[in-house]
């Protein structure tokens, strides 16, 4: 059984910067791309930002472009999100994720359904 592990989610102030890291433990697997997504109260899940091993690139929404930076260390089935500059609108619970299938296109790893491994979550407010 695969395991994936958030931490790093706090309270913040409005401006802050905060690191969360996600690891994975368990069986072994092969890591095409792992990556982060984020819920708010009454929203639907959303897609944050991505790495992809095999494609080489890093993917942003649009939202956090420029703020947030993605990183990993693929033979530690690990990932890192570094964000600046954090708003209130950034608070929610953000989700790691862990895909095992290599796509030809990275949009596909902007999709949930894409990501077969999932962590508990941990919890952004940032304050204003």
């Known amino acids: 059984q695969v395991q994936l592990v958030e931490s790093g989610g706090r309270l913040v102030q409005t401006g802050d910067s905060l690191r969360l890291s996600c690891a994975a433990s368990g069986r072994t697997f092969t890591t095409a791309a792992m990556g982060w997504f984020r819920q708010a109260p009454g929203r639907e899940r959303e897609f944050v930002s991505a790495?992809?091993?095999?494609?080489?690139?890093?993917y942003y929404a649009d939202s956090v472009k420029g703020r947030f930076t993605i990183s990993g260390d693929n033979g530690k089935k690990a990932v890192y999100l570094q964000m600046n500059s954090l708003s209130p609108e950034d608070t929610a619970v953000y989700y790691c994720?862990?895909?095992?299938?290599?796509?030809?296109?990275?949009?596909?790893?902007?999709?949930?359904?894409?990501?077969?491994?999932w962590g508990q979550g941990t919890q952004v407010t940032v304050s204003s």
């Open positions: 790495i992809a091993w095999t494609l080489n690139s890093t």
């Open positions: 994720a862990a895909s095992n299938l290599s796509y030809r296109f990275g949009s596909y790893y902007q999709t949930p359904v894409k990501y077969g491994y």
